[in-house]
């Protein structure tokens, strides 16, 4: 089998139901597009399908699972009776898939005509590329600064405090979001946003699936720093194009991701770059929690303000 499609989706159901509509229009295309290039015989020996679709469902409250039953019985679906969290849900069809190579997608994208293909032609041509990330465009169509370096302790801090902000272009203190790059070129980066990435399935045999101790944000990056460790080349590309709905899920318990966000942070940090000294690894931790509570505190305080319910 070519393609795994895995989806993992907790109460976005309208943004699902146009995920999915856009996603089977291009897997349409490219099966076109691949019968045309296989003779007779080559096609009567191809019994399986060219694609499978994974959607896994985190218990939500506002029919997602319903809809995929009724309106795509031919996707597989995971319904979970609790939230798992991302990578835990990832992990649960990443056992199962067979595809040559994995989408990782959100619930909250839509993909553009000729998208699906390009990924899948540029890994196919470019062996030692592991994962390809098309350009992500905002909802109104305006480009998304969707890659970031991988995260020093400096540069999460700069960026958590604000400090990046009066650092001048080209700063090390401002790289870790990449904003002095347009994202209008093809170039390797570290961490493209896992909203749509393609991947080669071997690299899940090599590396491993997520960490499953992450429960939502920075599993991804975790994972793709361990992929560009053993030598595979990540890559971004702006002929692909897909739209993002960003923060769809997110916005709906920010309070919960903000300090998903942190520990996530910590994690990857202890992970990767931690001083092995106690008292210094939970001072980190404890710096990142007060930056956490902060947030919390300045968003509360805004929702206030606007009378809007936190």
Known sequence: MQLSVIIVSWNTCKLLDRCLETLLAEVEKQQLSIAKELTESELSAKRQPLCEIFVIDNASADNSAELVQKKYPQINLI???????????????????????ILLLNPDTEIQAGALKVLIDFLDHNLQAGVIAPQLL??????????????SFIGMLSELTGVSRFM????????????????DTERQVDQPEGACLLVRK????????FDEEYF??????????????????????????????????IKQVKVKMILSSHKGMYRYWYKHHRFEKWYLDTFVYGALMTLAGLRICSYRINRVISKQPT
């Open 168 to 183: 001048p272009a080209g700063s090390k203190l401002r790289s870790y979001k990449m904003l002095d790059w347009q994202h």
């Open 202 to 209: 071997e690299l899940f045999d090599q590396v491993g699936l």
């Open 216 to 249: 939502m944000l920075f599993e991804e990056v975790d994972w793709l720093f361990s992929v560009r460790k053993v030598g595979w080349q990540i890559w971004f590309t702006p002929t692909a194009k897909v739209i993002h709905h960003m923060g769809q899920a």
């Open 79 to 101: 319904a979970n009776k609790e939230n798992l969290g991302f990578a835990k849900a990832n992990n649960q069809a990443l056992k199962q898939a067979s595809g040559k190579y």
């Open 138 to 151: 905002n909802t109104d169509g305006s480009v998304q600064m969707s890659c970031r370096a991988f995260p």
